[in-house]
């Protein structure tokens, strides 16, 4: 049989409950069903057939490509028994087709967690809760995972082990959300993470499908309260640049059996966590979120990060401010932040970068001040503690011009800067100067490039807790361990030196 894509092997080969499997008002799994990538994750609501997606492409895979290894990985044997005798076994045994090119001509019902087919290709079916050494020892070319949220944390890299012989792998991976602090929501920020935007016939922007639309008419604009119809949206990718593979938001305002009514009812009687979890299929968190994603994208003008000085407006380019958080030990990345302060005190970013914790120190500190020295950056306010203690000293060599560089240690007061050397030492309060930068993005006062140039790193505003510490009676940020919030403290020192610098030049002003 020649390769095909598949959506159209589905919509020719595949039953369902002894019918052709339709995608009739189903627009959006187009995108999901037509990704190749090597890496696939959806994060989902409950029932909305991302596992009939994994059983279609085990079929699809076992039928097009015969002597395919694959792996499918369920929480518990209890699901994986499921899955393999109610979603797979009748999906092949329905189709002439696909009861001949997978079963032959035998009679009896092939094994129920290792199958092989009349083609030689192979299915084995694992349940990982615990641990992954039920996989231990199997090699595959596709891996798939149902439920990731409740496989065990930490073994994601053990089951991708099984791929390490294949001269094609892939992984695809599901689940439903839970905590923020979730693996699950750790591989979609790492994805393309594309949301499904809906076009409003009233103001024209492009709406996501959360809880903001949801109206007693039906799903409607927050913004202007026009109707919104989710079969004319498209996928639009939160991460486009993603080198990890594609990723897919998919929820129940989007899926066709069920109306605005049912979805309501289901806000009434779930408790607000499972509701966001089950029926949006967003994650939660033990705490509270200081900025929502809408309160940031705000904050974002029409226009794409500065390539070089000229795309920075004229008022801004005399005068530039550098933010750096340094990364180190092998998992926190460099993130640089360059932008200036308008006469009104909006702080104006105009590019992010960041730089990889597996890059050489020479090269991200040779390309940091590649950057400043390309815009002309004037004052640097960065990371003083760890790294910070020898990349600061190191980095004004580099630069090869006179700037002013701050580097930053956070403690739980403020302290005036004390030269040391080259460079000056600030030590100002973490939680009150972290919760300047949020009050400032309530109040728009902090100026972003538009969202989709921007990506992932608004995520490390966003994801942001505060709790209260009771030994010190006081709030504290924090954030979840899968995910990172350099950005954030990167724009923190940017924007510190900025402000001090305005209030300096009030100061000689009166």
Request: charge should be neutral.
């Amino acid at each position: 049989m020649a390769r095909m894509g598949l959506l159209e092997f589905c919509t020719r080969f595949v039953y369902l409950r002894g019918k052709p499997l339709s995608f009739v008002g189903r627009d959006y799994l187009a995108g999901v069903y037509a990704s190749t990538n090597r890496n696939l994750v959806l994060r989902c609501s409950r029932q909305v057939e991302k596992t009939t997606l994994l059983a279609n492409q085990i079929i699809f895979e076992a039928v097009t490509r015969p002597g395919v290894q694959i792996i499918m990985v369920c929480p518990r044997l209890e699901q994986a028994s499921v899955f393999s005798n109610s979603r797979l076994r009748p999906a092949i045994e329905q189709s002439p087709l696909l009861r001949r090119s997978l079963l032959g001509s035998r009679n009896r019902r092939p094994q129920v967690l290792n199958i092989r087919f009349a083609n030689e290709s192979q299915l084995y079916i694992r349940a990982a809760f615990h641990s992954a050494d039920a996989v231990r020892g199997l090699s595959a070319d596709l891996l798939l995972i149902d439920e990731f949220q409740d496989i065990a944390a930490g073994d994601l890299p053990v089951l991708q082990e099984t791929l390490s012989h294949s001269a094609q792998p892939r992984i695809i991976i599901t689940g439903t959300p839970k905590l923020i602090d979730n693996h699950l929501e750790s591989v979609f920020r790492k994805s393309t993470a594309c949301e499904w935007l809906v076009p409003c016939a009233g103001c024209h922007k492009e709406v996501a499908l959360d809880e903001r639309v949801l109206g007693t008419k039906g799903l409607t604009c927050p913004t202007c309260s026009q109707v919104l119809n989710p079969r004319q949206g498209r996928w639009v990718a939160r991460n486009p640049d993603s080198h990890w593979g594609d990723g897919y938001w998919v929820n129940h305002l989007m899926v066709p059996w069920l109306t605005v009514d049912e979805v309501l009812l289901r806000l009434e009687t779930y408790d607000p966590a499972r509701f966001k979890n089950e029926c949006l299929g967003l994650p939660t968190a033990l705490g509270d979120h200081i900025i929502t994603r809408e309160e940031i994208e705000a904050c974002c003008l029409n226009r794409p990060l500065a390539r070089t000085l000229a795309d920075v407006p004229p008022e801004g380019r005399g005068c530039l401010f550098a933010g750096i958080d340094w990364g180190g030990g092998g998992t926190s990345a460099t993130v640089l932040v360059i932008g200036y302060i308008r006469d009104d005190l909006r702080f104006c970013i105009q590019r992010f970068d960041r730089f990889t914790a597996q890059e050489d120190p020479d090269r991200v500190l040779d390309a940091v001040a590649q950057r400043c020295r390309e815009f002309q950056v004037q004052y640097i306010a960065a990371d003083g503690g760890g790294n910070g203690h020898v990349y600061n000293r190191l980095l004004l060599d580099k630069l090869r011009y006179a700037a002013q560089l701050y580097a930053i240690l956070y403690s739980a007061s403020d302290q005036e800067p004390r030269q040391d050397g080259r460079l000056w030492k600030w030590t100002v309060n973490r939680s009150a100067s972290i919760g300047a930068v949020f009050s400032r993005i309530k109040k728009q006062l902090l100026q972003f490039p538009r969202a989709q140039d921007c990506g992932g790193f608004l995520d490390e505003f966003t994801c942001e807790l505060a709790e209260y510490d009771d030994y010190s009676r006081t709030i504290r940020y924090t954030h979840p361990e899968t995910q990172q919030d350099d950005a954030l403290h990167a724009t923190n020192y940017a924007q510190l030196a900025a402000l001090r610098w305005v209030h300096k030049q009030q100061r000689w002003d009166d």
